[in-house]
């Protein structure tokens, strides 16, 4: 106990005293006990002063768990000499039930399908030297439940098909972001807002599910680049630099990357 206590001095410019207390108590439980964690079990494993009550307080109270999680890594995990990437993914729990909140059928990779349960948006710091992952921001993600979201545009009543008259080519670098793109890069920012000057981050490291244009935009509002495996359904062409055919309009688009 007092071996965790001293690490947690750290963050007691972000929670009170009594928190403090109260989180070493349940870090001390959580790495003693076996089985599955409850908060009856976190009771009986914290001894003396972390009673049921105790935890209770502790799950109530509103923590910034994100400064939190940046002092602890930042004061015990990180040199001062570290090259810092930035990586986010989606992880998706298993819950049965009907009223947990945000509980909804969401794909995932290791089931190979869409199975009911929770997911989390989970962006995490890599070390290069170190070579280990630090997650800092853990957030839940809930479908978008306004039907006008995913509504389709209605169609112009004696439109014809195809291109419009007189439209002009769309800029690839202007994208509406989709409120599923919105929501990972507020956090984005709000991670990059946390660090600060401490460390310089200029990567961005996801899945395939980013692979695209909408999704590299996104990413580079934020100041950072994204690396990322392409989507099944883009495409990536290196710019032409041929010779003009003498006919026709310019070309944009040379050689198609496999």
């Given at each position: 106990?007092?071996?965790?206590?001293?690490?947690?001095?750290?963050?007691?410019?972000?929670?009170?005293?009594?928190?403090?207390?109260?989180?070493?108590?349940?870090?001390?439980?959580?790495?003693?006990?076996?089985?599955?964690?409850?908060?009856?079990?976190?009771?009986?494993?914290?001894?003396?002063?972390?009673?049921?009550?105790?935890?209770?307080?502790?799950?109530?109270?509103?923590?910034?768990?994100?400064?939190?999680?940046?002092?602890?890594?930042?004061?015990?995990?990180?040199?001062?000499?570290?090259?810092?990437?930035?990586?986010?993914?989606?992880?998706?729990v298993t819950k049965?039930?009907?009223?947990?909140?945000?509980?909804?059928?969401?794909?995932?990779?290791?089931?190979?399908?869409?199975?009911?349960?929770?997911?989390?948006?989970?962006?995490?710091?890599?070390?290069?030297?170190?070579?280990?992952?630090?997650?800092?921001?853990?957030?839940?993600?809930?479908?978008?439940?306004?039907?006008?979201?995913?509504?389709?545009?209605?169609?112009?009543?004696?439109?014809?098909?195809?291109?419009?008259?007189?439209?002009?080519?769309?800029?690839?670098?202007?994208?509406?972001?989709?409120?599923?793109?919105?929501?990972?890069?507020?956090?984005?920012?709000?991670?990059?807002?946390?660090?600060?000057?401490?460390f310089k981050v200029?990567?961005?490291i996801f899945d395939?599910?980013?692979?695209?244009?909408?999704?590299?935009?996104?990413?580079?509002?934020?100041?950072?680049?994204?690396?990322?495996?392409?989507?099944?359904?883009?495409?990536?062409?290196?710019?032409?630099?041929?010779?003009?055919?003498?006919?026709?309009?310019?070309?944009?688009?040379?050689?198609?990357?496999?």
């Amino acid at each position: 106990m007092p071996e965790i206590m001293s690490l947690l001095g750290c963050v007691s410019q972000c929670v009170g005293s009594a928190t403090l207390r109260q989180l070493g108590r349940v870090i001390d439980a959580l790495l003693s006990m076996s089985g599955r964690v409850t908060m009856r079990g976190l009771s009986r494993w914290a001894g003396k002063g972390g009673s049921y009550r105790t935890v209770q307080r502790l799950f109530t109270t509103s923590v910034n768990w994100c400064q939190l999680n940046w002092l602890l890594i930042r004061h015990h995990l990180l040199d001062a000499d570290e090259v810092v990437l930035m990586s986010g993914d989606h992880v998706v729990v298993t819950k049965a039930g009907k009223q947990t909140y945000g509980l909804d059928r969401f794909f995932s990779s290791l089931a190979g399908k869409a199975v009911p349960g929770l997911c989390f948006l989970t962006l995490s710091l890599l070390s290069v030297k170190r070579r280990t992952s630090s997650p800092v921001v853990i957030e839940q993600v809930t479908k978008v439940s306004d039907a006008a979201a995913h509504a389709k545009p209605a169609k112009k009543a004696g439109g014809r098909r195809g291109r419009p008259p007189g439209s002009k080519n769309r800029n690839r670098r202007e994208v509406a972001i989709s409120p599923a793109l919105r929501f990972i890069q507020e956090h984005i920012q709000r991670l990059l807002q946390q660090i600060g000057d401490a460390f310089k981050v200029a990567y961005f490291i996801f899945d395939g599910e980013l692979g695209h244009n909408d999704a590299m935009q996104m990413v580079r509002q934020v100041g950072l680049h994204l690396v990322s495996k392409l989507r099944y359904n883009s495409a990536l062409y290196l710019p032409y630099a041929g010779p003009y055919a003498g006919r026709g309009p310019h070309r944009k688009y040379g050689q198609r990357l496999n």
